[in-house]
């Protein structure tokens, strides 16, 4: 199969025309438009047989995808940063539906102040909310994960809403050579979405998001989300294994790279983890032991397949391109809690880098695995380290001094 | 539905397709509207529902409902309506769904919901021309939280957050906003005001609207007991007198173009309409609000001498 040169919209936007979405209501903001514009082309020049609606706002955007697929059509949509702040109450809405929309969403560092520059504080606000979480590293991912997201969502045993997440610019922007599946063998992967549970027609009428009256009923359906959550892991297997089956590519819940005989890993998500894995690389070439893993399933935690791989290791640092203000790291926090209650567990580092996009310098790398290796030889653990290089200080103090603030 | 007008109350369609034993409140006039506007539309309808009191109507596992339900929170019922319409729309276009079940796609909304805070998606709604019915019961005020002030609360209203004090004798000093002009400036193929006490008129209004697709839209005031202070028997006749008060202008409109539906001969005073409500007696005690009762009636007949309608 040919190989297409394509950025991560243009990968997202592929996945989309090939699960033959029915249709899509949309927004625009920087960095994910170029995934609404390409669907629209699509749609206008007639290469795609589906509804598009631009609404007038993210909040009404997200109500009128979750209420579509509440109506039983296969629906995509899809936002960044602000405009996912923007709909976030009605994500806790859609999850509670129980529908199997697919978002993607393009990270993007959240005001104040205003930025441009990925992060994943957009996406890990969405935690809790019952969507499940793919983050992805390259554009082959996106479009992969997009179909493997529908196959995923819409199966009885799950039918929970997806998200998949790449990093904007970065990812969004950048072009990869993509293989783009045929449709045919699209369709033996990911059969047509027949919603038993989900719909409006006259024949069988059925109200949907209904009050309860009482925690103990409140508490019960919160339960089930949980649980079907925990689903999608088992369900994800068959998934996976059907996907490499089909057009040869394996994705596991988690991404394990030069992991066998490490002793120092490095953890980090998203576009930015080919930084750590150069870095891996280099520091192999000095002599460490290092290796990295990258969680591609945020929710559901991957928290078997993480302590397995964790397994024996004698030191993680995880890099949280996010920060939890006044705690730290929050893929830290959990990876911690997961590894907690093992017998031998490795030391855990904390550190911050790439919020808005900043670089993360060889230099910064070496001096994670430093600090590894001291750790390691010290047992003793610092505080979260939030990564600024020299160079980074002196071009802030300038803007300070052109501010008028020393 | 048999497009003919009725001519009494006797023609209403029989057939009730929301059954008694809610949760609404005894005398609640938004029930009471609901009931009529469910005649007039039939089983074949899918109520997409914004945050409010009618929430309610619907608690796990019970409906009152013969016909489907999408609660959806209470900014964007329209969004939610346009996700419905959309995805019906694209089924039935592919295939997918047997056109004989379609549905027709109704918002239900308060007046808290529609005037503030859905004002962006319903304008969004309607500017898409989306084929859909939006049933607004205005009670003046944010009903299900305990009757605080929305946009829609009229001057010198008492609301948990308009109390009158030493400071602020009047209540609320904001004039109610003007949804209907608001909904009317997007020229939409059918609006109207409705009252419950006017079932007739409510009846002939949603045949009309019928013939036409895109928007159509309905804002009916509901007189609500424990919010506005009254007996729950007195409902139907607060709801008339708000009509005849002049108070409530029963209206329509076809793609902008207004149209009075009921006129009455005589005016009655505002003062017979807000006496008889909790929520304005400090308007009347200790000592009455001259000034304050004065400009309610001057708006009102403003209101009729500019549609050059004041007998
Ligand atoms: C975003 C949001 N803010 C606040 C509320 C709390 N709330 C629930 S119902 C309601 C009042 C709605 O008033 P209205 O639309 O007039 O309907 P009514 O209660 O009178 O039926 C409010 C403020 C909410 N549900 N959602
Ligand atoms: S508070 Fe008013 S509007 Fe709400 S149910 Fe009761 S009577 Fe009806």
């Known amino acids: 199969m040919a190989k297409e040169m394509l950025t991560g919209n243009a990968a997202a936007a592929w996945g989309v025309r090939l699960a033959e979405v029915d249709y899509i209501p949309a927004y625009p903001i920087t960095p994910q438009t170029e995934i609404i514009e390409t669907i629209a082309k699509w749609i206008s020049d007639g290469e795609m047989d589906a509804g598009f609606v631009t609404m007038d706002s993210e909040h009404s955007m997200v109500t009128a995808a979750g209420a579509a697929s509440a109506t039983g059509a296969r629906t995509f949509t899809t936002t960044s940063s602000q405009g996912l702040m923007y709909g976030f109450e009605m994500l806790f809405t859609v999850a509670g539906w129980r529908v199997p929309l697919v978002m993607v969403n393009v990270s993007r560092g959240l005001s104040a102040p205003i930025t441009l520059g990925p992060d994943h ?35 009885d045993r799950v039918l929970l809403p997806l998200m998949v997440n790449m990093d904007g ?37 059925m109200a949907q998001g209904v009050a309860v009256l009482g925690g103990e009923f409140y508490s019960y359906f919160k339960y089930q989300m949980h649980l079907a959550s925990q689903n999608a892991l088992e369900v994800y297997r068959e998934v996976s294994d059907d996907f490499e089956r089909i057009f040869g590519r394996k994705y596991g819940t988690i991404d394990e790279y030069m992991m066998e005989d490490a002793e120092y890993v490095l953890v980090m998500t998203n576009s930015f983890s080919t930084l750590g894995k150069a870095a891996v690389k280099r520091a192999r070439e000095n002599g460490i032991k290092a290796g990295l893993l990258r969680p591609r399933f945020l929710r559901p935690f991957p928290e078997a397949d993480i302590r397995n791989a964790l397994k024996g290791k004698k030191a993680v640092a995880v890099i949280d391109q996010n920060i939890s203000v006044g705690k730290g790291g929050i893929i830290y926090s959990e990876m911690a809690s997961c590894l907690y209650n093992e017998n031998s567990r490795p030391l855990m580092l904390s550190f911050i880098g790439g919020l808005g996009g900043k670089n993360i310098s060889q230099e910064e790398f070496d001096l994670i695995f430093e600090k590894m290796i001291h750790a390691e030889d010290s047992g003793i653990v610092g505080l979260p380290h939030l990564l600024y290089t020299k160079k980074e200080w002196e071009g802030i103090k300038k803007l300070k001094e052109i501010a008028g603030r020393q | 539905m048999d497009s003919e007008n009725i001519r009494s109350i006797k023609e209403l369609p029989s057939e009730e397709n929301m059954q008694p034993g809610t949760a609404a409140c005894a005398g609640c006039g938004g029930l009471l509207t609901l009931r009529y506007c469910l005649k007039a539309l039939g089983e074949n309808i899918v109520i997409v529902n914004a945050a409010g009191c009618f929430t309610l109507l619907t608690i796990y596992p019970f409906s009152p409902f013969r016909n489907s339900w999408l609660y959806t929170a209470m900014a964007c019922a329209p969004a939610g309506a346009q996700g419905v319409r959309d995805a019906l729309d694209i ?52 009903g299900n939280t305990g009757f605080q002030h929305s946009g829609a609360s009229p001057f010198g209203s008492r609301t948990g957050t308009t109390p009158p004090g030493e400071k602020v004798p009047v209540g609320s000093q904001l004039q109610k906003k003007n949804l209907f002009d608001i909904w009317n400036s997007h020229k939409p193929p059918y609006l109207a005001t409705v009252s419950p006490a006017y079932p007739v008129d409510l009846m002939n209004k949603f045949k009309k609207a019928e013939q036409f697709k895109g928007p159509k839209l309905f804002i009916s005031h509901i007189p609500c007991p424990p919010g506005w202070g009254f007996d729950p028997s007195q409902s139907v006749k607060l709801a008339k007198l708000s009509v005849e008060t002049g108070l409530w202008p029963l209206k329509e409109s076809i793609h902008g173009e207004v149209e009075h539906t009921f006129v009455p001969k005589k005016f009655k005073p ?42």
Not at chain 1, 193 to 203: I, K, L, N, S
Not at chain 2, 272 to 280: A, C, P, S, T, V
């Open chain 2, 91 to 142: 089924l039935i276009k592919k295939g997918k769904l047997d056109p004989e079940e379609n549905l027709k796609v109704v918002v239900l909304a308060g007046d808290g919901s529609a005037y503030d805070m859905a004002l962006s998606s319903t304008s969004g709604a309607i500017y898409r021309n989306l084929d859909f019915y939006y049933i607004c019961y205005d009670n003046e005020a944010y």
């Open chain 1, 169 to 205: 610019f970065f990812l969004s922007f950048t072009r990869e050579a993509v293989e783009v599946p045929d449709v045919e063998k699209v369709r033996s992967f990911l059969p047509e979405y027949q919603p038993e549970h989900a719909f409006f027609r006259a024949g069988q009428p």
């Open chain 2, 270 to 311: 505002v003062e017979d309409y807000l006496k008889k409500q909790e929520r304005f007696s400090h308007l009347f005690k200790p000592e009455r609000q001259e000034e304050a009762l004065k400009s309610i009636q001057e708006m009102v007949d403003d209101y009729w001498r500019k549609n050059k309608l004041l007998p």
């Open chain 1, 121 to 155: 504080n957009d996406i890990l606000a969405l935690r809790d909310t019952g969507f499940l979480q793919i983050h992805c590293e390259t554009c082959q991912e996106v479009l992969d994960s997009v179909l493997m997201a529908y196959r995923l969502a819409e199966d």
